[in-house]
Each structure stands twice: as C-alpha cells, then as structure tokens.
C-alpha cells in the first residue's frame, strides 16, 4: 500500500514537495486559520520554505504528513498530519475559502482508511473554542474521552482541550490517558 499518496472522490492526498511554500505561506500566514494551530502565523514566504523543509520534508519519522489538494489543481489548501510517537495525534488545518465543505473531514477519512492497519489507534484534541475541529473528530468516528486545561506553547494561554480517540485495533475500552495523568485540571464534560 502507498503511505505517501491517496485519492478521494475530490482531493489528492500527497507529501510536500518544494513547489509548496507558497500554498503553505497562504495557509499558515492566515491569522483566522492559525488562531487554533500550536505556532505563530508565518511572516513572509522565506519563513513558509524555512517551516515546509524543517517540518515536512527533512522530517524523517515525524509521522504521516500530506499536502491536501483538490483534484483539478494539485495545489496544497491544507494539510493532516498524523504524529509518530505514542498519541498517533492527528491534526489538520485548512484554507479558510474552503471551510464548511467536508473537505477535511474527506481527507481524514481517507487518512485513517489508508493508516488503520499499521497504527493502533488515533487521538486528536480540540480547543473548546473551536467546535468545528471537534465537528470533524465526531465526524471520522472519534470519541470524546476527557478534557484537560493546559498552559499551550508557544501562545502561552490557557487552554481547555477536549481529546478524542479511535481504535483501530478492537480495544474499544483503551484510552490514551497521557495528557490526563500530564495535566492536573481534567475533566470528562457532558457532551
């Protein structure tokens, strides 16, 4: 199975490749999509080829990263990214053109489709601010398990997060409890 290039009905899923700064600039640059992301919104397209290199092509073992693209065009309006260490996080942001339209919730599934047979499980979490990430986790079939307040870097603010997760493996009863056990303000909130 190809890891590194998916298909949907509308999107093509794909590595980042060096003619993305641009698109990524666009993206990342954008105060109103970066208000939930865990960085700064990017200053100039030096800074976009800078980021693009260090986070996604020279990062070996990062975990899964793909440009997410629509079909006509190939050019990146977002990003899932899927990290390689115990939480398999998932993440993703997009153009804000395009908000609303399923676009990542397509992109996920397609995401997850393609890593449930090597990983066992997905976590995501959410700032209870932003419903509609939290919208999208419900949608690819995640479950809300608990929240937690954390002090988030490198915007130092108080965040509350609600965390979501999927098995994969038919251990429906697992839970990634390490943000739980990390932070001692945690809840589970009636949803």
């Not at 590595?15 to 698109?23: I, K, V």
């Not at 954008?30 to 030096?46: C, G």
């Not at 990062?62 to 990003?79: D, S, W």
Request: hydrophobic share 35%.
């Amino acid at each position: 199975m190809n890891y590194n290039y998916i298909e949907t009905r509308r999107l093509i899923l794909r590595q980042f490749t060096d003619e993305d700064a641009t698109a990524l600039f666009l993206l990342l640059s954008d105060k109103e999509v970066n208000t939930f992301l865990p960085m700064f919104p990017l200053k100039n397209k030096a800074e976009a080829r800078t980021y693009l290199y260090d986070k996604y092509i020279n990062a070996e073992n990062n975990g899964f990263y793909y440009a997410v693209c629509l079909k006509e065009n190939n050019i990146p309006i977002g990003y899932v990214h899927v990290s390689n260490d115990d939480s398999y996080d998932l993440g993703y942001a997009l153009c804000k053109e395009f908000w609303n339209n399923g676009i990542i919730t397509e992109a996920c599934i397609a995401v997850l489709n393609t890593l449930k047979t090597i990983i066992p499980y997905i976590t995501a979490t959410h700032d209870v601010n932003n419903p509609g990430s939290g919208r999208v986790m419900q949608k690819i079939g995640m479950k809300y398990r608990y929240s937690y307040k954390e002090d988030w870097q490198p915007k130092n603010i108080l965040v509350t997060f609600r965390m979501y997760q999927l098995n994969f493996d038919g251990q429906e009863n697992r839970i990634y409890k390490k943000y739980w056990e990390k932070y001692p303000i945690h809840f589970i909130e009636n949803i």
